[in-house]
């Protein structure tokens, strides 16, 4: 399993981005995806998840309204898209696939939100 994050960055508070995660070495397709973010000193919190044909969608309460996730199962990709971000945004996020035996983690992308 091999998952890459990118698109992090700089942006000032109310700003957008969009998180990618490029996905290997399973059938993508057939999982479930999440993205979890971990702010300094502070545990690695969910965000997100996307069932596997992106019919459904379920986020945490503290991003709900301003994230979206979304996938591209023939480009093997899973996307986080954060719209009016937050100082309290400012992490780095990850992604994860953790179903039926196939597990893994990306090495993360840092986002930090400031003026």
């Known amino acids: 399993v091999q998952l890459v994050e990118s698109g992090g960055g700089l942006v000032q508070p109310g700003g957008s981005l969009r998180l990618s995660c490029a996905a290997s070495g399973f059938t993508f397709s057939s999982y479930a995806m999440k993205w979890y973010r971990q702010a300094p000193g502070k545990e690695r919190e969910f965000v997100g998840t996307?069932?596997?044909?992106?019919?459904?969608?379920d986020y945490a309460d503290s991003v709900k309204g301003r994230f979206t996730i979304s996938r591209d199962n023939a480009k093997n990709t899973v996307y986080l898209q954060m719209n009016s971000l937050k100082p309290t945004d400012k992490a780095v996020y990850y992604c994860?696939?953790?179903?039926?035996?196939?597990?893994?983690w990306g090495q993360g992308t840092q986002v930090t939100v400031s003026s």
């Open positions: 996307i069932r596997r044909s992106g019919d459904s969608t």
């Open positions: 994860n696939v953790d179903q039926l035996g196939i597990q893994g």
